[in-house]
């Protein structure tokens, strides 16, 4: 039961660890001030978001630093870049000292790097301690990198909300300061036991149990996030958030009683297996069964799986095949042609590549969840050119907090599959439906108040669940044991559009600089009025309709394999019952 306890408060510490490093959603907020000083254009301000961003590029670099040292040494390691990167950045903003812009460039790399390092330790922990139910770990805890943002924005409106300079001094201190705090759990970490499925399914509860806690978290600082009030009820709010984020520390007291939870909760909300690699360990042995199925052909006697199982399998594997042979229509063929047969096989990153499907994918990725983290980025440019510089902190508040509500919403799928199934690239689709709809409105109303907080809303809440759902989606379709290499193939497109899209924002604003004005004190010149990003929206939106588009043949080719799972899942379900 110790070994129990300890598990959750390792999962309490990765919450903390994941809640204050997702630094790159706060560059809005001190953008504008570090343009100033630098008295850079808008293109070389983009190219310093794009360099936070590289930093995915280099995330490899944190798991080959896993097979070297400790965890807890990679975890300070990801801290002192932090610390490095962001501080130095604070003291040119401040004017402490003098920094050409390459070497601004490279902290900034420097810093975004962290981020991916820190995210390493957080994955490798959730696999670690949860095994039967890492997707859960994983979702729940990711989601909590959504919120940073507003933490931040609540911090500094508690310090002083006049000093935008002061979120990069917060950027660089608070995630080692939590790392400190984090490093007794961590070095305490429980041997892990196999689980009995009654104890699966009551962890289940558990992270339900979290996930309305993680609800609760983010509806409070949507509330009062971005208050603007004085500076101590400010740090009376900031202190209520504080509490949210601990108060999590309950769960090992809620594990002594989960004999109670089952008889009252579990019996009127049961939790099915989620799917092959996240709720139940059943699920995943029967994925297993199933990728083996071509030995199962030629020895049965050594199969688990009966002749009805392997016939019905066979049955749903070929009927790709045959609808292909009574299908006349080009269209038709075209979409079937190559499609995944089965769910979870495993893809090298050479057979990856040459798939059209993760081509789908890598393009709805690209045209979605990428698109929002550029606007996020552009926010404070956004805000300015629209005459709303006081509401930036409460725009990146709300982009902040419905992005932690579309990483939450990622796990709905698992917790409605008993009584509502639909492939999880059908939820991508939908999930990629609010981003064009929300760059159309900004075009259309962008002077209306109202329609920037909706369409930052909208965009923040769609990629979100983008992020969120990203490797559980990459898992199923390309192969669980191949997910640290297929992901990071993937996530290649964030740096990729970060440029592009950025490059193509301040190349348009820019280009209306005739309408701006020129600061004072600075070589920097800001773009006034609606034309600044009204052809960047119409651009955006139209790229988000192609990565919506792309969603859908993708969630067309795919939605066989994912039913033949299911149908597999349901026919094996009555034997484990039994």
């Given at each position: 039961?110790a070994?129990q ?6 999962l ?15 560059f ?20 310093l978001a794009v ?6 590029v ?54 975004g ?41 609540l ?24 790392s ?59 202190g209520?958030?504080v ?11 809620v ?6 939870f ?13 799917g ?27 199969s ?8 019905e ?48 994918y890598?393009?709805?990725?690209f ?20 005459g ?24 709905a ?5 008993a009584?509502?199934y ?10 990629l ?9 900004l ?57 592009i ?23 920097s010149?800001?773009c ?12 955006w ?7 919506l ?18 149908r ?11």
């Open positions: 039961m070994g306890s300890r598990k959750w408060m390792i309490v510490a990765v919450i903390w660890i994941q809640a204050f490093t997702g630094t790159n959603f706060d809005s907020a001190y953008s504008s001030e570090m343009k100033k000083v630098l008295g850079i254009s808008q293109v070389q301000l983009n190219y360099a936070s961003d590289m930093g995915k280099f995330g490899w670099s944190s798991g080959l630093a896993l097979m070297y040292f400790p965890l807890w040494t990679v975890l300070f390691m990801a801290a002192f870049m932090g610390l490095l990167g962001y501080g130095i950045q604070w003291l040119v903003i401040c004017n402490a000292i003098s920094l050409p812009y390459i070497l601004v460039f490279f902290l900034c790399l420097l810093a790097c962290s981020i991916c390092w820190f995210n390493t330790v957080c994955f490798v922990l959730c696999i670690k301690n949860f095994p039967a139910n890492r997707a859960l770990a994983l979702s729940l805890t990711v989601s909590y990198n959504g919120v940073s943002a507003a933490l931040y924005a911090a500094g409106d508690a310090i002083s909300a006049s000093t935008s300079s002061l979120y990069l001094l917060l950027n660089s201190l608070v995630p080692l300061i939590v400190i705090a984090a490093l007794v759990p961590i070095l305490r970490q429980p041997s892990v036991d196999p689980l009995s499925p009654e104890a699966v399914r009551s962890d289940s509860i558990m992270f339900l149990l979290l996930n309305v806690l993680a609800v609760l978290t983010g509806v409070y600082l949507l509330l009062f996030g971005s208050n603007t009030s004085d500076t101590s009820t400010s740090r009376l709010l900031l209520g958030a509490f949210l984020l601990v108060f999590p520390l309950c769960v090992p007291g594990v002594y009683a989960r004999r109670w089952h008889h009252t909760v579990h019996s009127s909300f049961q939790l099915r297996g989620s092959f690699i996240l709720v139940d360990d059943d699920d995943l042995e029967l994925h297993k069964r199933l990728v083996s199925r071509e030995t199962s052909y030629n020895n049965l006697n050594g688990s799986l009966s002749d009805d199982e392997v016939c399998y066979r049955s749903s594997s070929q009927k790709l095949c045959n609808k292909e042979e009574d299908s006349a229509r080009c269209c038709e063929k075209m979409i079937e042609k190559d499609q995944l047969v089965m769910l979870g096989e495993e893809h090298t990153a050479h057979v990856l590549v040459g798939r059209l499907d993760f081509w789908l890598y393009i709805a990725y045209c979605g969840g990428t698109i929002g983290l550029v606007y996020s980025n552009n926010l404070g440019q956004i805000a300015q050119s629209l709303h510089s006081s509401n930036t902190t409460l725009l990146l508040t709300l982009y902040s907090s419905f992005s932690f509500f579309g990483r939450l919403l990622s796990a799928p698992d917790y409605v599959r009584k509502f639909f492939a999880r690239t059908g939820w991508l689709t939908i999930a439906l609010p981003t064009p709809v929300a760059f159309f409105l075009a259309a109303l962008s002077n209306s108040t109202a329609a920037l907080r909706v369409g930052t809303a909208l965009i923040g809440l769609s990629s979100g669940f983008i992020f969120a759902a990203a490797v559980s989606v990459t898992s199923e379709l390309f192969g669980p044991n191949s997910v640290g290499v297929n992901h990071n193939i993937l996530i290649t497109n964030i740096p990729i559009g970060s440029l899209y950025g490059v193509l924002a301040a190349v348009i604003y820019d280009g209306n600089v005739g309408r701006g004005l020129k600061l004072m004190f600075s070589d010149v800001v006034m009025g609606r034309d600044c990003y009204f052809l960047t929206f119409v651009w939106g139209c790229l988000s309709v192609v990565g588009v792309c969603s859908l043949l993708l969630f067309i080719r795919t939605k066989h394999a994912y039913d033949a799972f299911e597999n899942r349901a026919l094996v379900e009555p034997q484990r019952n039994w």
